[in-house]
């Protein structure tokens, strides 16, 4: 990238207050102020929406659901109803009979008047199937006068944010108004032109004009799609600005310190020498990654990803073996009480004999136990605290936190990691932080999403492990089902039987598997089966877990909570119910519970035909392939980043235009720019982010 000639223009014009633009006083200048608009330049990054395409009309006979369009009629029919509040519904006909229903909720008497049998309306809107024909509800309309021509508009119209008390015609305007403020290309660039050139993408003026009011000759296919290179060009920078503002979060952590945890060769290997298996080179690797970065005195934000199965947990125990050898506590948190107790046991079995103290800390440790627990973590005599959510209360206060663990790191907010990373908080100095994920992101979104953290990851399974084969078959089926569980058992093999969320509530889901528990323990009479949900009692749930890991029981029935970390080496046989609802993450997560051990392991993904689209190409890709990377992939391109990363949980913006699935393609190029930017030109990296991010750079204190 070219370097810019001289520091970012300070722009008069940008920063001009809206209330120098006609019509804007000081109620309506309020009414901006409350969604972070003050500056003209705000109300020029104030990006439409989307568009609505008014250049066409579509008779009704061939509207269809998906998106807004535009139709005509004729009124044929006019009926207040009443529903509980009174509805207006207008009934339209074309010429060839075709019926298009309109559904109002808030109407006046004079508009009601208008609507004359026999009158002319323009409409636009979304259609969906109503009663007797399509309908529109609150569609926006026109009406036409007879010897109206009708002319359609030859440009698309921008859709804006709604501004609470401001019409979407008045915020249209002050848009118009404030663009016809906009310098020349070269004051209002903040990179060079030069770079805008290599990308083959316009300059800022030039994209801001066009996103804005799309020329007639626009390709408007590309506009809806938002892959006009229009769109691409603010996309790209609004990428840029997220970048730099999360390594600009990076930086700033980086100036907190940390208590240096020196490599502790001998209490590590102590630990290493005791385990039943020797690490992997993909385990080693990432170890040594950590390691490191713990004997650093700035703290350590390391996120490691490993597929299911990958061995991830050890990593974290010889991790803590570090922090503890040089006199400072672990905190380790899991988002299930489930994977805590499971991680409880693990780390009891291999640090207690090297006297190591682990506490356990959950919601349900109450009374005497718990104010004994928290006297322990407040002296440090705890040296290891392993829990749930619980860790992050009040109340709770470390001795010496020295290294945090959050396992499943999707599961939690960034606040809350920040949260129990506070708990360690001594003056300017934190604890290091250890972040583990089994959702495998694809790299490019790894770097965006994660941009504020080190990534390591764990790319190789364990020896010895056999792929599961996986198959697809109709729910019809079942009764095969059940006599392949009673031979795999027969055989002396384990399985799960998965019931999972069918409605939004666990009492329900727990139903459902009750209700597959019975079935199948009367089909089954010979098996000793045991039923897992989420409603059960802790005591219950570590008590079934405890029998079926230790082989007493056969067949597991359960609900989703085994989704996340449940390690039984000897389950090789999984069916989930309902497979076709699952998303691909899910169910790679629970088919992860098999294929742990040296059997081959199979799952079988019963589904409710007729399966959709979606649904069958989700199946496909679990049918085909193991690779958690491939799956996530996938799941990338079906749903989009945000449901994949869970926007809440991670942090991850909203954007204004970009967008991570469709845009992707960008990212090396705006990290490499971003990375020239922060060492080059801080200031002008300064004015992008405050352009695009601004305020909303929530989480500044990563
Ligand atoms: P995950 O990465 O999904 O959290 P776990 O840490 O639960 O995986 O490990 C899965 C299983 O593999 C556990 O039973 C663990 O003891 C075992 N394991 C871990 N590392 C190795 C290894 N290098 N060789 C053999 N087994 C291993
Ligand atoms: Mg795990």
Redesign the pocket.
Known sequence: MPRPARPAPALAEGDTPVTRLAGVGPAVAAKLAERGIHTLQDLWFLLPLRYEDRTRLTPIRELRPGRPLQTEGRVRHVERQFRGRPVLKVTLADEDGALLHLRFFHFRGPQVQAFQPGRRVRVFGEVRPGLGGWEIVHPSYRLLEEQDPGELGDRLDPVYPQVEGLGPGSMARLVRLALAALPQAERLEQLPLALWRELALPDLREALLTVHHPPADADIAALLAGTHPAQQRLAFEELLAHALSLRRQRIALREHGAFALPPAPSAVDALRRALP????AA?QRVLAEVEADLGKPQPMLRLVQ?????????VAALAAMQAVAAGRQVALMAPTELLAEQHLQ?FQRWLEPLGIRVAWLAGKVTGKARRETLAAIAEGAAQVVVGTHALMQGGVVFGALGLVIVDEQHRFGVHQRLALRDKGLEGERVPHQLV?T?TPIPRTLAMTAYADLDLSV?DEL???RTPVTTVAVAAERRPELVERVRKACAEGRQAYWVCPLIEESEEIEAQAAQTTFEQLSEALPELRIALLHGRMKPTEKQETMRRFKAGELQLLVATTVIEV?V?V?KASLMVIENAERLGLAQLHQLR?RVG?GRAASSCVLLYQPPLGAIARERLEVMRRSNDGFVIAEKDLELRGPGELLGTRQTGLAVFRIADLARDAAWLPQVQAVAERLLAGSPDIAEAIIARWVGSAARYASA
């Open positions: 298996f020797a690490l992997t385990q490993g597929d299911v199965g990958s061995g991830k947990t050890v693990n583990m089994a764990i364990p020896p010895g970390g390690d080496p992860g742990r």
